[in-house]
């Protein structure tokens, strides 16, 4: 297995992540997130209502909330695959509000899904050299042109590398020639997880990365994700398992009933008497 | 690979054995063999009756288990693809051309204008499978308007450069156009149905193929005269098309055959008309034969060049989103991928090429009407799609050979041998088919066969759709992977084991 300092990251990096090293930095780079007023609702339903947060570069940052909080509506507007009713969405300075799910991942902040879902009669390898950004292949007149193509090979050959290497950190290098839909649920999240760090992002949304995984596997990912984030990335990571959160999250934003109800360390949100109200279920 | 990983690859993803058994065909060749043997000692012994003919049958059945045997071996252990496809063309070949001489006894020119006809069959399939492969196997698009495609192709090309209703302009001016006009149909159809789901497309689609249909055959739009130039579809009548290019090669003026033919043609023309090697009939292949079967032959090249493209789209980036769309469209997207453009794109490439298609096959008889644009049409290609297996290149062009030949066209010819085979082993003679159904089965009543075959025999081109339509269920119960399986055409433009370093751990 590849340590963590020969990382994709490094190993990968190619012109345009330079190019948007310097676009970064002109940016305030301290926050990539920033969520303002965000509101989304569903006919009469209103699943987000006034959401503000940030989350701040290279921070393993939680987002809980009981069940129906509105976590999941949350990411899904940052993403682009709902539209907010209302507030914005900035990322790296930018507005990335209302954009479609492919502008924003091209923009460097990628998701993960709550149920794995990887794309069963592609091999384990197809399904990670799908994902990185900016290949010169995905055009098509590129692909097909004779002489045009030898540079898609070139580049092709250079993102295999990377998704072999990807694999064997994430330790699923055997199963590279299998169809992702033969793998077992376990083997799938590592996929989904090798499949969106292969986008070279700036910053990964997991949706609960840890459901229905067993405590062995879980410890792994979680191992993962921490080596991930000392090597730069940014994560935030929506969870209903308070532990999980409280464990490995330096910081965590609370949402009740679409809002954010608190905000912390670990310890604030331990104390924080509205926070335990509302994951008991009392009234205030 | 170690060893053992090759073995459980050889049984999980090269499931072929199980399609063609064979080891049954062996058993059957043998068996097959001995009585054959068996007939040959009676009838040299001068035992007659139906001794003589059932060893002639017992014999074709024997050299048919032969190559279910060969083709099974070679499906098997065959690592070229194309071998594979030349492989069963020319088993076909065999099947059809053994059993057209051996029963029908055809001359040489009836026998060549068989096999030339499968040929022209199985390429202009070829061609359209491979271009809804595109569609439905990589991209999960479900076009079920290919005829409509088709037609604006044909019909595109029929009025830039027909010879009547048409502006007479040069030939390739018209391909060119027809390719485009089809292309283009594509995209409108595709801009409002391709942002809702897979369903809405198939709607759409089949509605935009009917709609081109009942246009070109309305009257409204036979014949027009603008700008001083008569044009139109021809409506019901249909449209004549240019002639075949492949002419010029034969004829010094390829639209008057007097006006004398070309060195190329004199030369070849006067070989293959002294052809009298085998089966006696008098005359060699006749000229128009010969000119259909230089036709096939391009075709052949067309099909490969068509293959090519196809192959080259699948195995690279492009391929990889496309088939990324089919699985799932919203991991496709959230990794960033245009998934909108990459689908119109793709939709309009795939019906460029049944327009493209549409032209080779339609616009090369010398007229076309709106019904060979029925729904049905589209229908035997997805069938042929299914019977190949979809998501797969080779799978297409097998797909389409197979159906083309086996399906399509041999039912009409099996009509044709089991009168001849009835009268030989039985003395049955199959005269003149009933009118009706139940003058066919009537006589069932009083052990009298004979109207019910003919009847059916008459009727072979209907039970040939609902075989069909059995098939296709079947199929779908049992195989829908079709003939060659879940095969890993890999999507991308390199080898993709070669980037493993240290190996590692690999049982």
Same mark, same amino acid.
């Given at each position: 297995m590849v340590t963590v300092s020969e990382s994709p990251r490094e190993s990968g990096e190619t012109a345009e992540t330079a190019d948007r090293a310097d676009a970064t930095a002109t940016h305030d780079t301290d926050y990539p997130l920033r969520v303002e007023g965000l509101r989304k609702e569903f006919g009469g339903i209103t699943a987000v209502d006034?959401?503000?947060?940030?989350?701040?570069?290279?921070?393993l940052t939680g987002l809980i909330g009981p069940?129906?909080?509105?976590?999941?509506?949350?990411?899904?507007?940052?993403?682009?695959?709902?539209?907010?009713?209302?507030?914005?969405?900035?990322?790296?300075?930018?507005?990335?509000?209302?954009?479609?799910?492919?502008?924003?991942?091209?923009?460097?902040?990628?998701?993960?899904?709550?149920?794995?879902?990887?794309?069963?009669?592609?091999?384990v390898l197809e399904n990670v050299m799908l994902a990185p950004r900016d290949q010169r292949g995905e055009a098509l007149w590129r692909s097909v042109t004779p002489g045009v193509r030898g540079g898609v090979v070139e580049q092709e050959a250079e993102v295999r590398d990377r998704a072999w290497e990807m694999l064997e950190f994430f330790e699923i290098d055997h199963l590279a020639e299998e169809f992702a839909g033969n793998l077992s649920g376990g083997q799938r999240k590592l996929l989904e997880m090798a499949r969106v760090l292969m986008t070279d992002p700036e910053m990964v949304l997991l949706d609960e990365p840890l459901a229905g995984v067993n405590p062995s596997l879980e410890n792994k990912l979680l191992d993962h994700i921490h080596d991930l984030r000392a090597d730069g990335y940014t994560f935030l990571l929506v969870e209903h398992d308070m532990e999980v959160i409280m464990e490995n999250c330096e910081h965590v934003i609370v949402m009740h009933q679409g809002s954010v109800l608190a905000e912390g360390d670990a310890e604030d949100i331990r104390s924080n008497e509205s926070v335990i109200e509302a994951y008991l279920g009392e009234d205030v | 690979?170690?060893?053992?990983?090759?073995?459980?690859?050889?049984?999980?993803?090269?499931?072929?054995?199980?399609?063609?058994?064979?080891?049954?065909?062996?058993?059957?060749?043998?068996?097959?063999?001995?009585?054959?043997?068996?007939?040959?000692?009676?009838?040299?012994?001068?035992?007659?009756?139906?001794?003589?003919?059932?060893?002639?049958?017992?014999?074709?059945?024997?050299?048919?288990?032969?190559?279910?045997?060969?083709?099974?071996?070679?499906?098997?252990?065959?690592?070229?693809?194309? =071998?594979? @496809? /030349? !492989?069963?063309? %020319? $088993?076909?070949?065999? #099947?059809?051309?053994? *059993?057209?001489?051996?029963? +029908?006894? &055809?001359?040489?020119?009836?026998?060549?204008?068989?096999?030339?006809?499968?040929?022209?069959?199985?390429?202009?399939?070829?061609?359209?499978?491979?271009?809804?492969?595109?569609?439905?196997?990589?991209?999960?698009?479900?076009?079920?308007?290919?005829?409509?495609?088709?037609?604006?192709?044909?019909?595109?090309?029929?009025?830039?450069?027909?010879?009547?209703?048409?502006?007479?302009?040069?030939?390739? =001016?018209? @391909? /060119? !156009?027809?390719? %485009? $006009?089809?292309?283009? #149909?594509?995209?409108? *159809?595709?801009?409002?149905? +391709?942002? &809702?789901?897979?369903?809405?497309?198939?709607?759409?689609?089949?509605?935009?193929?009917?709609?081109?249909?009942?246009?070109?055959?309305?009257?409204?739009?036979?014949?027009?005269?603008?700008?001083?130039?008569?044009?139109?579809?021809?409506?019901?009548?249909?449209?004549?098309?240019?002639?075949?290019?492949?002419?010029?090669?034969?004829?010094?003026?390829?639209?008057?055959?007097?006006?004398?033919?070309?060195?190329?043609?004199?030369?070849?023309?006067?070989?293959?008309?002294?052809?009298?090697?085998?089966?006696?009939?008098?005359?060699?292949?006749?000229?128009?034969?010969?000119?259909?079967?230089?036709?096939?032959?391009?075709?052949?090249?067309?099909?490969?060049?068509?293959?090519?493209?196809?192959?080259?789209?699948?195995?690279?980036?492009?391929?990889?989103?496309?088939?990324?769309?089919?699985?799932?469209?919203?991991?496709?997207?959230?990794?960033?991928?245009?998934?909108?453009?990459?689908?119109?794109?793709?939709?309009?490439?795939?019906?460029?090429?049944?327009?493209?298609?549409?032209?080779?096959?339609?616009?090369?008889?010398?007229?076309?009407?709106?019904?060979?644009?029925?729904?049905?049409?589209?229908?035997?290609?997805?069938?042929?799609?299914?019977?190949?297996?979809?998501?797969?290149n080779t799978g297409s062009v097998l797909g389409g050979i197979v159906f083309a030949t086996l399906l399509f066209e041999g039912p009409p010819q099996l009509a044709r041998i089991i009168p001849v085979l009835l009268d030989d082993l039985f003395g049955l003679q199959i005269t003149d088919a009933p009118n009706t159904s139940i003058e066919a089965i009537a006589p069932l009543s009083s052990l009298d066969v004979t109207p019910f075959i003919a009847y059916s025999l008459e009727n072979i081109s209907t039970l040939r759709f609902i075989f069909l339509g059995v098939l296709i269920v079947y199929l779908m119960q049992n195989r829908p992977e079709g003939l060659l399986g879940h095969r890993k055409e890999s999507a991308a433009a390199v080898d993709l084991s070669a980037g493993r370093n240290g190996g590692g751990d690999r049982e």
């Open positions: 006034g959401a503000t947060f940030e989350v701040e570069a290279g921070s069940n129906g909080a509105g976590k999941s509506t949350t990411f899904n507007c940052i993403t682009g695959i709902y539209e907010p009713t209302d507030g914005a969405v900035y990322f790296d300075g930018e507005d990335v509000t209302g954009l479609e799910p492919y502008q924003v991942a091209q923009r460097g902040l990628v998701r993960t899904f709550q149920i794995a879902r990887e794309l069963g009669e592609m091999t | 690979m170690s060893p053992v990983a090759d073995t459980t690859e050889q049984f999980t993803t090269d499931d072929l054995a199980e399609f063609t058994r064979e080891s049954s065909a062996a058993t059957a060749l043998g068996a097959l063999a001995l009585v054959w043997v068996a007939l040959s000692v009676l009838s040299l012994v001068g035992v007659g009756g139906i001794v003589p003919p059932l060893r002639e049958l017992v014999m074709v059945l024997a050299v048919y288990a032969g190559l279910v045997f060969a083709i099974g071996a070679l499906w098997r252990y065959s690592k070229s693809d194309a =071998l594979l @496809i /030349v !492989g069963v063309m %020319l $088993a076909l070949y065999v #099947v059809f051309g053994v *059993a057209m001489v051996v029963f +029908l006894e &055809l001359p040489l020119n009836g026998l060549v204008n068989t096999l030339r006809r499968i040929t022209f069959l199985s390429a202009v399939y070829a061609m359209l499978v491979l271009a809804l492969n595109l569609h439905w196997g990589y991209t999960g698009l479900f076009n079920i308007g290919v005829a409509g495609f088709m037609a604006i192709g044909v019909y595109t090309m029929a009025i830039i450069s027909g010879p009547e209703l048409g502006l007479g302009l040069p030939l390739p =001016l018209g @391909i /060119v !156009g027809g390719v %485009l $006009a089809s292309a283009l #149909v594509g995209l409108i *159809a595709a801009l409002p149905a +391709l942002r &809702l789901d897979a369903d809405y497309l198939a709607i759409v689609t089949v509605a935009f193929s009917e709609i081109i249909r009942l246009t070109l055959n309305s009257s409204v739009f036979a014949e027009m005269t603008l700008f001083g130039t008569t044009v139109g579809t021809g409506g019901g009548q249909g449209i004549r098309t240019p002639e075949n290019p492949i002419r010029a090669i034969f004829y010094t003026d390829p639209g008057d055959t007097s006006a004398g033919l070309t060195p190329v043609g004199d030369v070849l023309f006067e070989v293959t008309g002294s052809l009298k090697v085998f089966l006696v009939s008098g005359v060699g292949i006749r000229d128009s034969v010969v000119i259909g079967l230089a036709y096939v032959i391009a075709l052949v090249a067309i099909v490969a060049a068509f293959y090519w493209l196809l192959r080259r789209i699948g195995n690279s980036p492009f391929g990889r989103v496309l088939k990324a769309i089919r699985e799932d469209e919203m991991v496709a997207n959230s990794l960033g991928k245009d998934t909108q453009l990459f689908k119109i794109k793709t939709f309009m490439v795939g019906c460029a090429l049944m327009g493209l298609a549409g032209i080779l096959w339609r616009g090369s008889t010398g007229f076309t009407i709106p019904s060979d644009y029925m729904p049905i049409q589209t229908f035997y290609i997805f069938l042929a799609l299914i019977i190949g297996g979809a998501g797969s």
